[in-house]
Every structure is written in C-alpha cells, then in structure tokens.
T-cell receptor
Framework: DSGVTQTPKHLITATGQRVTLRCSPRSGDLSVYWYQQSLDQGLQFLIQYYNGEERAKGNILERFSAQQFPDLHSELNLSSLELGDSALYFC?????????????FGPGTRLTVT | GQNIDQPTEMTATEGAIVQINCTYQTSGFNGLFWYQQHAGEAPTFLSYNVLDGLEEKGRFSSFLSRSKGYSYLLLKELQMKDSASYLCAVRDQLASNYQLIWGAGTKLIIKP
C-alpha cells in the first residue's frame, strides 16, 4: 500500500459524459501527478500540482482539467468523453516538486467509456 | 527530442537471471528510474540511478552509463512473482518541471 488513495476504482460511462476522478496523496506529500495508461501502452504524464498550484503540463487534452485543493487532495475532470479516453488513470504523489523525489502511485481508476 | 527504448517482451525461467535494457535520448538527463508494474496495478519504485555504475538492492540491480545513454535492470534468482512489466523512466531537466519521460515498458514472463 503506497498510501495514495484514488476513487472510484472503476467507472463506466457513456460517450459525451463528464466524470471526476479523485486522489488523496500520501501524508506529507505536496506534489500530485496524474497519468493516463491505455491498454498495453506506457504511462502518459498529464499534469502536476504542487501545494495547490499547477507546476507542469504534459499531454493533457483541453477536455481534461485538474485542480489541487487546500487539503492537498486532487481531482481530475474529464469531459465530453470519447471511446479513446478509456484507460487506467493513475495519481502519484511525492514530497517535493522538482528535485529527486520518488513518486508513489495510487491503485488507479479504470475508466471505461461505452 | 526525447526517446526511450525498451524491449517489448522478454521470457525467462524461474531461478535464472534476466537483464532488461533501456536506451534513452534526452537533452537534459537528470536521473533514471525503474518501476515494476503488475498487470492492472500501480507501478512501484525499484531503483534510481543518476551517476554511472551499478546500484544493488537485493535480487535487483540497476546499471547506468550516461555516456552511452544506457541502463539495465538485472533480476537474479527469478521468482514467478517477478512476472510483470518493468518501466524505465528518465528525468529530463529540460522537460516541464523536470518531468519523467516514460518508456513503454518491458513485459517479463517467467516460466517454471
């Protein structure tokens, strides 16, 4: 158990809908990262927050947005869902923002868009 | 640009040794990570190299050669539970906020 929690574990929804994925980092970690992993694909970095502020952006679609709240939990919002958005979405956390800090991954949310 | 290459799949026998290679091309190398990921589960940290040489941690060792843009993960005394994907990730100081660039992973199959 990494100490990172994600809810829900599974999510099935229809095309065009909007969903929100939630992540709580490990106690004491200030950075939260979101990743997308499609079937048999590598991890694609989406976005990073550090202590409430956006720090880095990766390959995140305009239909996707995220935020980190004062209690450091984070939410990833996915809208106008398409079949291709079906994937595992991981949240990871680390202590710091830039220098070497191991990232701890949550168990993921499996999103299925039908 | 940035590029990380790993073999897609490897097969090894229980009790044996296997070496998983990773080659990378980045402009601002700042460290290399190896993660293990069982199917459908979260990646878990295995090792970190930033200087040339070998880092040993139990049955797992990781090697880095910065001049060659090359790393390998060595797994000894293979066990069935080592069947997983192994992800190589490079920290690039020229990427947005030193983000990790991830390889596609190597699926390791252990046979009895």
């Amino acid at each position: 158990d990494s100490g990172v929690t994600q809810t829900p574990k599974h999510l099935i929804t229809a095309t065009g809908q909007r969903v929100t994925l939630r992540c709580s980092p490990r106690s004491g970690d200030l950075s939260v990262y979101w990743y997308q992993q499609s079937l048999d694909q590598g991890l694609q970095f989406l976005i990073q927050y550090y202590n409430g502020e956006e720090r880095a952006k990766g390959n995140i679609l305009e239909r996707f947005s995220a935020q980190q709240f004062p209690d450091l939990h984070s939410e990833l919002n996915l809208s106008s869902l398409e079949l291709g958005d079906s994937a595992l979405y991981f949240c990871a956390s680390s202590v710091g923002a830039v220098k070497y800090y191991e990232q701890y991954f949550g168990p993921g949310t499996r999103l299925t868009v039908t | 640009g940035q590029n990380i290459d790993q073999p897609t799949e490897m097969t090894a026998t229980e009790g044996a040794i296997v070496q998983i290679n990773c080659t990378y091309q980045t402009s601002g190398f700042n460290g290399l990570f190896w993660y293990q990921q069982h199917a459908g589960e979260a990646p878990t940290f295995l090792s970190y190299n930033v200087l040339d040489g070998l880092e040993e941690k139990g049955r797992f060792s990781s090697f880095l050669s910065r001049s060659k843009g090359y790393s390998y993960l060595l797994l000894k005394e293979l066990q069935m539970k080592d069947s997983a994907s192994y992800l190589c990730a490079v920290r690039d100081q020229l990427a947005s906020n030193y983000q990790l660039i991830w390889g596609a992973g190597t699926k390791l199959i252990i046979k009895p």
